[in-house]
């Protein structure tokens, strides 16, 4: 490791002074502390101290390179891990499938599209909670090529392509709201942008109400017409009531339509992302695992990726989308691939990804003991030789509840390796939770500081 040696000046009734460059550390009210890398020389000429310091920062700018700005991202050199894939280049994960219990995968990220061996990164997408459920046991019945339209659950004409094929003639339709399945900070955004909208169109009603009334006042000033009296009467609660309206703002946010069908080999899905009511223009769905392929809700500015599973001879459509970025983040640490940008791989780019939610968005992505459950069941049916799960509780007792007895046989008896984080408590006395530092078969990991 490259060791550094320092110079400080101190300069006085210095108020401002600014540098880009980040291998000079400096404090404006007094001392200035530049980092020279080992064998760096500077001949530094007489000059005064302000002279002097603008000398030295211009010579570290052209002669000595900047530090590794990699390294502050993942330390692989600190883990050695950089070290061991260096001499083992096809010791990188390849041929290992870890399963990541979080908020669940974004399949458009970076990073997460192709392993380093060229095949696919995230192999499969499942929502342990339900809360990307949707009801689609609304059966109708069509023929595409006498009619192409159909009203959908939310009321809005839905245009269905011809070029679907459905044996026979049967679609299912349900909707989704988009607030069950948004995550936190998206559902605040989209909240407050929508409300500003509402406010600024709830004021242009209020001001021309007003303005109208106030005119027509004006024009009837000092008539005695008892009709005219009752006019400007009628005007005036009508803006009191448009004032009332404003205040009694309630979204209920953006309801996509969605629809269901067999087309003779799988279930198909098509969900109507931007509330237009075409869905020839969005892609048809099936199980991600069988096609690996994802569509994107783009209303109210929002963007948000999601995969489809179709559960119970199409009378369930599963949304599948992450809760939050945590997940995503986790599976970047674990097995990242930028082809075109190593420097900043994950552990094991050679990996293979299953992301399963765990983070119930109807409880701003927190768990619950059924989700986990199915969580382990995902994980047995993708084969996940890892699992990480970055999720944990308070807990008093070693080895106790149902979750922790079947991660317990996950890896006793299926031979799965299954590493949960030792939570952000302590260090001190009981602050590893569960199922980290509670269940025997588990390996727990922290970070001391």
């Not at 692989?76 to 219990?101: H, M, N, P």
């Not at 990220?109 to 342990?128: F, P």
């Not at 021309?208 to 017409?225: C, H, I, M, V």
Request: aromatic share 6%; proline share 3%; with cysteine.
């Amino acid at each position: 490791m490259c060791q550094c040696i320092y110079v400080s000046v101190r300069i006085k009734q210095l108020k401002s002074f600014n540098c880009t460059h980040a291998n000079i550390i400096h404090n404006i009210q007094a001392t200035y502390t530049i980092y020279l890398f080992q064998n760096t020389q500077i001949v530094i000429p007489t000059l005064n101290y302000r002279s002097k310091l603008l000398f030295i920062m211009a010579t570290l700018a052209q002669n000595v390179a900047a530090p590794d700005w990699t390294t502050g991202i993942m330390p692989k050199t600190d883990t050695q891990a950089q070290a061991f894939i260096e001499k083992y280049t096809s010791c990188d994960g390849r041929g290992v499938v870890v399963g990541i219990l979080d908020t669940g995968v974004d399949p458009g990220a970076a990073g997460l599209q192709v392993t380093s061996d060229g095949r696919a990164k995230v192999i499969d997408l499942v929502d342990a909670t339900g809360s990307g459920d949707v009801d689609m046991s609304t059966v109708k019945t069509v023929n595409l090529q006498e009619k192409s339209t159909v009203v959908g659950k939310t009321g809005r004409t839905l245009k269905l392509s011809s070029d679907w094929s459905i044996p026979d003639g049967k679609i299912r339709m349900g909707m989704k709201r988009g607030y069950d399945i948004y995550p936190r900070g998206l559902k605040r955004r989209v909240e407050k942008e929508r409300k500003k909208v509402w406010d600024e169109k709830c004021r242009t009603q209020v001001n021309t109400a007003q303005r109208e009334t106030d005119d027509f006042e004006a024009l009837n000033k000092g008539s005695k017409d008892e009709a005219i009296k009752k006019r400007i009467a009628e005007m005036k609660e009508r803006v009191t009531q448009l004032e009332a309206l404003s205040a009694k703002y309630e979204d209920f946010g953006p309801v996509f339509d969605c629809v269901v069908f067999h087309d003779g080999s799988c279930w198909r899905a098509a969900v109507d992302v931007d509330g237009s009511g075409d869905l020839t223009k969005v892609p048809l769905l099936t199980n991600f695992r069988a096609e690996r392929q994802y569509s994107t809700f783009s209303i109210d500015d929002a963007v948000l990726n999601f995969a489809c599973n179709i559960y119970d001879n199409g009378n369930v459509l599963s949304i599948v989308n992450d809760a939050g970025a945590h997940g995503t983040h986790v599976s970047g640490i674990v097995a990242a691939n930028y082809p075109d940008s190593p420097e900043v791989n994950g552990i094991a780019p050679g990996a293979q990804i299953v992301g399963i939610r765990i983070g119930d968005t109807h409880l701003g992505s927190m768990e619950t003991g059924t989700g986990l459950i199915r969580g382990l069941i995902a994980v047995l049916e993708n084969k996940c030789d890892v699992v990480n799960m970055s999720y944990g509780e308070p807990a008093k007792s070693l080895n106790s509840g149902t979750f922790c007895k079947f991660a317990n046989e996950l890896v006793n008896k299926h031979n799965v390796i299954f590493v949960a984080s030792a939570g952000n408590a302590g260090p001190a006395l009981s602050s590893v939770g569960a199922p980290g530092g509670t269940t025997t078969g588990i390996i727990s990991v922290g970070a001391y500081v």
